[in-house]
């Protein structure tokens, strides 16, 4: 007698910036068979367009015009999971600092937030998916399965973002951990959908960890659930 198969579950990884959420994120999917989605490449395929556009970060008609006629999509390649933004594949534009800068302030807009809104709660409707961001198990997905909130001390997660950048656009660490420091301070306070642990997540502080510890820690709570 076969034993029956686990519910597909929606599980949601948020953190601050620099937290380790892709990775782990990625690793748990894996371990599970679930889909991995990467909402932070939504959000900074927005801020490449409005970019390209000229688009302020505090427009909000600008940006509500353009949410409305760019196309987002995430598609699983060889490479793994890529942007692609109207059928173009902009996955390798979307690390840099001006990027990530845009996309924190344009994050906090009602356009985007609504339009990301929808096409998030879309990718997730069929549960069996990992979902990773800022605000996914409180605002996004409060009715997920499973949630988690990772976290890492300031100095952890700006030696890791650091290491992340491209050498031609490396700045010194110090500057580094000022813009962590900086992000956090607007992804917490800001009004709409601020940076906290979902009241039912699991926290992790993941300062001493490895990414493979992080997901055998989730796997356990997993495991546990009913």
Known sequence: MTSPMPPLRLVTIDGPAGAGKTTVSRLLAQHLGYRYVDTGALYRGVALAAMAEGIAPDDDAGLDRLCQ??????????????????????????????????ASAVSARQPVRRFLLNLQRALGKNRGA????????????????????????????????????????????????????????????????????????????????????????MLAHIDRLP
Request: glycine content about 4%; cysteine-free; proline content about 7%.
């Open 130 to 217: 990992v979902f990773e961001g800022r605000d996914m198990g409180t605002v996004v997905f409060p009715d997920a399965e499973v949630k988690f909130f990772l976290d890492a001390a300031v100095e952890e997660r700006a030696r890791r973002r650091h290491a992340e950048l491209a050498e031609s656009d490396r700045p010194p660490l110090a500057t580094v951990v000022a813009e962590i420091q900086r992000r956090d301070r607007n992804d917490s306070s800001r009004q709409l959908a601020p940076l906290k642990p979902a009241p039912d997540a699991m926290r992790i502080d993941a300062t001493d960890l490895t990414p493979r510890e992080v997901v055998a820690r």
């Open 69 to 102: 006629r760019i196309r987002l999509e995430l598609t699983p390649t060889e490479r793994g999971l890529r942007l692609m933004l109207d059928g173009v594949d902009v996955t390798d534009e979307l690390r840099g600092r001006e990027v990530t800068r845009m």
